[in-house]
């Protein structure tokens, strides 16, 4: 039994990268038909896109009420990005920051790290200590809605010159997006499915199986994009694809799981919090040591290193 348990796992994230992967070919090849930069599209069609995972995992853990879930796998993800990604990708090729990444949208995304710790801590809106409730999910969204407005200027005042690919026609392009998004529900219902199921049969917590499987299943998509732009040396795709899914995903994605249901918190994943917290401060003063604005692949391992002992100290957290 625990075996189709994990074939359907795997089976569920075949499905949601395959879905991603359509997706964000379709929606990119849309959005080159307006001409728009490459770090905007890094920013949001292909962040929001490699995030598509995540996003359909936490619905259907949100309506079955699977609170460890929806968290799990944001902040296992998020913290993914940043070590494991982020790490594979600078080793590939080091990754050239521009100023406008480090001093608006990388602190944009440790403010909304600081803004999830202080949601699933302290009661604003109601009298729950421990849950991120639909009022502070809505918060989560306005701040996603401001995120897009910058990034919307930085779409109308840059001059960036695009490079030209294989052009996808429309028609093939809406197939793409119709299909990835198939793809993700499917996916996205089988793999909460399994992975509740493992959960049970293992005896162990499903905010486990979410930090660890499932994060780095979602994350697939972010892995394969930034490591590929790292190789053909597309900085702005490899770095704005990870800070802006992370953004995405605690806006966006989480405000929206805490809109279905209230996300109910556990104090213990406090400490997951932190080393993303910590990670993004370190991501952020990587840009001034070594190499000035450069993620080196020094950086890189010990990204990797961090991402290995933190995976450890799951395992053993149990």
């Known amino acids: 039994m625990i075996f189709l348990y994990f074939l359907l796992l795997i089976v569920g994230l075949v499905f949601i ?3 991603a992967d359509f997706l964000v070919d379709g929606s990119s090849a849309l959005a080159r038909r307006f001409k728009i930069p490459e770090i905007v599209i890094g920013l949001t069609i292909v962040s929001m896109g490699t995030s598509a995972p995540e996003l ?5 853990a949100s309506v079955k009420g699977s609170s460890d879930i929806v968290l799990g796998n944001i902040i296992g993800s998020n913290i993914c990005n940043l070590l494991l990604i982020l790490g594979i990708s600078s080793i590939i090729c080091p990754i050239v920051v521009k100023k406008n990444t480090i001093f608006k949208e990388i602190p944009f995304s440790i403010i909304a790290v600081i803004l999830l710790f202080i949601f699933a801590n302290i009661s ?7 849950s991120i409730d639909r009022l502070e999910s809505i918060v989560l969204l ?9 990034v919307f200027n930085l779409n109308k005042n840059s001059k960036e010159e695009l490079e030209q690919s294989k052009e996808i026609k429309l028609p093939i392009a809406i197939v793409f997006v119709i299909s990835g998004f198939a793809g993700l529900f499917i996916g996205g219902k089988i793999t909460v499915d399994s992975a509740i199921n493992i959960a049970k049969f293992l005896g162990v917590s499903e905010k486990l199986i979410a930090l660890t499987i499932i994060s780095v299943g979602t994350s697939l998509p972010e892995l394969a994009t930034s ?10 795709i490899a770095i704005g694809n990870v800070v802006g899914s992370n953004i995405f995903n605690i806006f966006f994605i989480l405000g929206i799981s805490g809109i279905i249901r209230p996300i109910v918190f556990q104090p213990v994943m406090n400490i997951d919090i932190y080393v993303l917290i910590v990670a993004s401060i370190i991501l952020f003063f990587t840009m001034f040591v070594w190499v000035k604005h450069t993620i080196t692949r020094l950086e890189g391992i010990i990204f990797l290193i961090g991402y290995v002992g933190y995976t450890a100290y799951l395992i053993y957290r149990g």
């Open 56 to 60: 359909v995992v936490n619905i259907f």
């Open 17 to 19: 990268i395959k879905g």
């Open 124 to 130: 604003i809106f109601s009298k729950n200590v421990i």
């Open 142 to 150: 306005v701040c996603f809605l401001l995120f897009l407005f910058y």
């Open 227 to 236: 490591a590929i732009a790292a190789y053909k040396k597309r900085s702005d």
